[in-house]
């Protein structure tokens, strides 16, 4: 019986993640979960405005997932490959002739 409400609260935790990924608009909770973030730290980016949001009558919090997503990949860290890569054309490139 245990196993049985364990898979079906797995089941529901799916549902719910894939109703996420079908929105566009997301609610402060939702954002939270989304984003894999406490509800403090939201409030935080939120407050110092360093995360795209919406606040049209002024209490509630929305978001736009496409923006959260924008969000998320900003700031991406090199790889040494790719560093490695940069300088290698760079040497090329301004080799002495």
């Not at 939702?30 to 209490?59: M, N, V, W």
């Not at 997503?69 to 860290?77: S, V, Y």
């Not at 040494?80 to 040497?91: G, P």
Request: charge should be positive; hydrophobic fraction near 30%.
């Amino acid at each position: 019986m245990d196993e049985i409400l364990k898979q079906l609260s797995e089941l529901k935790a799916l549902i719910t993640e894939q109703n996420l990924l079908k929105k566009d608009v997301l609610n402060f909770s939702e954002a939270c979960q989304y984003l894999d973030i406490s509800e403090s730290h939201l409030y935080k980016l939120t407050s110092r405005k360093q995360i795209p949001h919406f606040c049209p009558q002024g209490k509630k919090l929305y978001f736009n997932r496409h923006e959260l997503d924008g969000w998320l990949q900003q700031n991406r860290q090199t790889t040494s490959d790719d560093i490695e890569k940069q300088a290698t054309d760079y040497v090329l490139q301004n080799r002495r002739r």
